[in-house]
């Protein structure tokens, strides 16, 4: 099937630049997609825009590149709750991705049981207006209570004006909880004001909520400059993800967003993105851990 992108949509950067800094063995790009590509896997009647492709061979080739060892594939919403690209990519992985599927409430036990083998460890639940359609609350929290029973989690996508009313229902959700990109906090906003600091407390309070710090690129007021020449971008969005590493440091996780959906402005060198690094984990400790430990125990427990 032929598809037409959504007009003035921005391709994923074929070439990014070398990344300064050497990520530790062993590390997992904790949140990627994969766009079809359209010929062989359609992308959702229902999507509210239509990407370029971005194949699991293309997203791999960036792995190598970056010097990751393995990627989290995270269901994107174009593909609706048709997790055949997301499958496929896991499985051509040979064991080096897990995904996080999109499921609806009539999804059978034996479809949970295939998307386990192939490597699914997570459902997402959306929340973000201009992707997804409204869910019911009752519906998600069904999916939530048939796939904790596997050791599952969900991850959530929300912004941050609207954590006030979702929080009463993520804090009832019986497994782990992966916040997608920080909760969207408006970079703007003072880091220790009162927008983020209810995110921080939403983690203090609640041991199993964790987050994403990726995705400065979206953030970012400030922009992808890189002043004096240095491989420093994104510098505003700094203190937010650097006080969450610091903070909780065995409930942080870290991914590329590659092949990065929806930006209007730029496409982000992905080199650049991994040299965001070291700015919000500044140790070793703090690397391995928002890298390698803090993703495997959550994707490879069987492996640690
Ligand atoms: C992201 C962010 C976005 C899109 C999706 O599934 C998606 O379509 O997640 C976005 O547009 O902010 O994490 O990829």
Request: with cysteine; aromatic share 10%; net charge negative.
């Amino acid at each position: 099937m032929e598809f037409t992108k959504t007009p003035g949509w921005l391709d994923w950067y074929a070439n990014p630049s070398m990344p300064r800094f050497r990520v530790p063995e062993g590390s997992v790009d904790a949140h990627c997609h994969v766009f079809g590509p359209g010929a062989v896997f359609p992308f959702a009647p229902e999507r509210k825009y239509t990407p370029c492709d971005a194949s699991a061979a293309q997203l791999f080739a960036l792995r190598d590149r970056l010097g990751f060892a393995r990627n989290v594939v995270v269901q994107a919403t174009c593909h609706g709750a048709d997790n055949r690209a997301l499958v496929a990519a896991c499985v051509a992985s040979g064991g080096r991705a897990r995904g996080v599927a999109t499921v609806r409430r009539s999804v059978a036990d034996a479809e949970l049981d295939a998307l386990h083998a192939a490597g699914v460890r997570g459902v997402r639940f959306n929340f973000v207006k201009r992707l997804v359609d409204f869910t019911p609350k009752d519906e998600l929290m069904e999916i939530a209570g048939r796939i904790a029973q596997r050791g599952w989690h969900v991850v959530i996508y929300f912004e941050a004006v609207d954590l006030p009313e979702l929080i009463d229902f993520f804090t009832a959700l019986p497994t782990t909880v992966v916040v997608d990109h920080m909760g969207r906090p408006d970079v703007g906003q003072p880091v220790d004001g009162p927008q983020f600091e209810l995110f921080v407390k939403f983690l203090r309070d609640h041991p199993n909520v964790w987050s994403k710090v990726s995705c400065p690129e979206r953030l970012s007021l400030t922009g992808p400059r890189a002043l004096d020449g240095e491989r420093h971008a994104y510098r505003d969005v700094v203190p937010f993800a650097r006080r969450l590493v610091e903070t909780f440091p065995d409930r942080v996780l870290w991914g590329t967003d590659w092949p990065h959906p929806n930006l209007k402005d730029h496409m982000p060198d992905d080199g650049l993105l991994v040299d965001f690094i070291p700015h919000i984990a500044p140790t070793a400790e703090l690397q391995r851990k928002l890298l390698v430990d803090n993703p495997m125990r959550l994707y490879w427990p069987e492996e640690n």
